[in-house]
């Protein structure tokens, strides 16, 4: 027994090409361009016996993206899914609308801090995914917990920012708090840690991931000030909650060294590693990084 895992989608919020978007790496993707393929927002799927699953956030694109994977379709029973829970890294739109394609009473396990169940259960809309047929887990950071199959998981962590809608005037955008997690999976002895979502690398995020087999991570943006250089935006990276790719201070510098196949997610439309053959993508992956595509499995 091991564990597999399905990259569902790979872009960051509003999905790749963006539907209002034509920047540069967009305008590829629009023209067809062979050097980019399109993307769907971020979420993966995860199993320790091929049977039982878990999604790692439910992205706006659910539902496309269940469509795109046969293992995550109805098997046997006429109403049902292998979908039996799903853990979310935070309250994001991105990382929550997708529950709503999942209202139509099968039952699944929703495992999150009690922040982000908190921040769901705020807004009505969720009230469609019924607490009896739902059953809400809050998970405290560093508990171990069970999913189905012998899939074990542990939420920690990780610099970053509340939801976009809850920030406020002067939002903390690289606070350790509950509100932005990453996720460590394992089954017997290996490991998988996805973290979509990281504003800075701290010594202690470091060692946890230096434990890692696998490690899928924030791919955001090449550089800080990238959306305000392309014209799409006027918020830096880490404004956001992001720490670039790039630079001294960026995540291939932080994270070099580590033992774990690594490989960036959550990649913004703007991104230029979105580029096959890019003086961007060649630098990320001489430095040993690998690029998420929907539909990219993983087995350990």
């Not at 960051?12 to 361009?33: H, I, K, S, T, Y």
């Not at 739109?93 to 922040?115: K, M, N, V, W, Y």
Request: some cysteine; proline content about 5%.
């Amino acid at each position: 027994m091991g564990l597999t895992a399905i990259v569902l989608g790979a872009a960051a919020g509003g999905g790749f090409p963006q539907w209002n978007c034509n920047c540069d790496v967009c305008r590829l993707a629009w023209a067809g361009d062979r050097r980019v393929r399109a993307r769907t927002q971020a979420s993966v799927a995860v199993s320790a016996d091929g049977e039982r699953w878990t999604l790692l956030n439910a992205s706006p694109d659910l539902r496309s993206q269940i469509q795109s994977n046969p293992r995550l379709h109805p098997q046997t029973s006429r109403r049902g899914s292998p979908i039996e829970a799903v853990v979310l890294t935070g309250a994001e739109i991105d990382q929550t609308a997708g529950l709503l394609s999942l209202r139509e009473c099968s039952p699944f396990a929703l495992h999150a801090t009690a922040t982000t169940l908190v921040a769901v259960a705020g807004n009505p809309m969720f009230g469609a995914l019924a607490p009896d047929v739902v059953s809400r887990c809050a998970i405290v950071p560093g508990a171990r917990f069970s999913l189905g199959g012998g899939l074990e998981a542990e939420l920690f962590m990780v610099p970053g920012k509340v939801p976009l809608y809850l920030e406020g005037d002067d939002p903390d955008t690289a606070i350790e708090s509950a509100a932005n997690v990453g996720v460590e999976l394992s089954c017997g002895k290996v490991r998988l840690a996805y973290v979509p979502g990281a504003a800075a690398v701290t010594p202690a995020l470091r060692e946890r991931l230096s434990r890692a087999d696998v490690l899928l991570f924030d791919g955001t943006l090449f550089t800080d000030d990238e959306m305000i250089r392309s014209c799409t935006g006027s918020k830096t990276g880490r404004r956001m909650g992001h720490m670039p790719i790039d630079g001294a201070d960026g995540s291939v510098a932080a994270l070099q060294g580590l033992r774990a196949r690594r490989i960036f997610i959550h990649i913004n439309n703007t991104n230029p590693i979105l580029v096959d053959g890019s003086a961007e993508r060649r630098r990320v992956e001489a430095a040993g990084w690998e690029i998420a595509e929907d539909g990219m499995e993983i087995v350990l």
